[in-house]
């Protein structure tokens, strides 16, 4: 059994999915959940938005990855489990990856996949990235 699971969450059903299945499965470890800001998602918004957007894209993002983290500590508190949260700026499969090789990381648990339809295309993906790359297991919730 891993002593420390890194869950990839950003909300989505997927990711809930992966989760719960972390703390139904590793309830001895230590669970953090890693949500990452993406700056490559501000120079979308910027597009659709323009400037304003632009001065705001942080604070918004900050502001975004507070609500995803009180979901996922929400989530476990239900299931009588406690977890860390932590927050990352960068690519996400490069920061999970990152994250998880430098805090001793034994486990990563992540969904298939949290976007859907032309952000997926655009983006790639962040599980077969982080899977191929990962020199620890990975476990993906599909």
Do not use: C
Request: overall charge negative; proline content about 4%; glycine content about 8%.
């Amino acid at each position: 059994m891993p002593d420390d699971v890194l869950i990839a969450f950003d909300g989505s059903p997927l990711s809930e999915r992966a989760l719960t299945y972390a703390i139904e499965n590793f309830s001895d470890a230590t669970l953090t959940t890693i949500y990452v800001i993406n700056p490559l998602e501000s120079v979308i918004d910027v597009e659709a938005g323009g400037l304003p957007v632009a001065d705001d894209w942080y604070d918004n993002a900050q502001a975004r990855a507070s609500k995803i983290h009180t979901t996922a500590t929400d989530i476990a508190a239900e299931r009588g489990s406690d977890l860390d949260t932590v927050t990352e700026v960068g690519k996400p499969a490069q920061a999970i990856l990152e994250y998880a090789e430098d805090h001793g990381i034994d486990q990563i648990v992540i969904g298939s996949h949290g976007r859907s339809g032309i952000d997926r295309a655009l983006l790639g993906s962040v599980a077969e990235t982080v899977t191929r790359r990962a020199r620890i297991p990975v476990t993906i919730i599909g």
